[in-house]
């Protein structure tokens, strides 16, 4: 029973670990799809350089848009969070890192 619990802990810890990372690569994340936000090939419709709408790289409505291409570019960073998390969450609750908490077909301690 002690290497259940033992088990758990350890991938509550894993889950912690990996959150983290991924919070603290948000930032840089950002900034990379900000910069290509703001490229001439996308030109993602009221993207607004640091809140700056008369910046030579904000939105320009002369040129064209890729509007597909900026929803996919706007959502990007939500569907990594929510898939780390789904993720980590099923890890711990499956116990799948480290082997299975004693049920199944395998039998049990």
Known sequence: MAKKGQMFMINILLMFMA???VVSLAPAMRT????AQQSDSLNCNGFKYNGNENHTLSYNASLNTNTIACL???LYLPY???AVLI???SMV???KMFGD???GAGGGY
Do not use: C
């Open 80 to 82: 990594i969070f929510l």
């Open 93 to 95: 609750l499956m116990g």
């Open 101 to 103: 908490y004693g049920g």
């Open 32 to 35: 990379i799809l900000d910069t």
């Open 19 to 21: 959150i983290v990372v």
């Open 72 to 74: 996919a570019v706007k």
């Open 87 to 89: 993720g980590a969450v």
